[in-house]
């Protein structure tokens, strides 16, 4: 399914939907229809695609894994090939997690585009006002916060990342490098 044509083509299109995106705020178009089209656009349209995605290899890895469980000939093969599997399976599980604290950290953002996408419809300056100054920094310091949790799952998830993590900040206190 994946060839360098696709990949090519999808990669020109990004490029190409990222360089119109500053253009068309330059357009006549009405306002709210702006901003609802950017919003679906850069978070709606691929959360759904990279959620239907997770979901089909999560279905996948499951499958996999009970195939693997049910077959029980040539013991010491398949005794690699499910401590490979769960490996696997976890690493698939940190993807959701990460997924997760994307979606909830993202999502007060999104429900604010919506209210702000409706004071633009009523024309009321003063809600949009009181929206931009007080409580869109606190959205964005939510939605932001995500790139901070994303290394706490990691640590909890992945030996890996936790040794490197305590290599790296050996003056932090007992309790992350012990």
Known sequence: MVTKKRCY?????????????????????NRAIFWFSLTFITFVFPLVIVSLSYICILKAAKEQFKRICGDESSRNYNENIKVRTLQNFKAIKTVGFVLGACIITWMPSLVLMVFDIYYV??????????????????????????SAINPLIYYFRNQDFRQAFRRTFRWLPCGFTE
């Open 121 to 146: 419809i009523e024309n009321s300056r003063e809600k949009m006002r009181s929206l931009l100054l007080v409580v869109w920094p606190w959205v964005d310091a939510v939605a932001f916060a995500s």
């Open 9 to 29: 083509t999808v990669i020109i299109l990004v490029w190409l939907l990222s360089l119109c995106l500053p253009f068309s705020k330059l357009s006549t178009l």
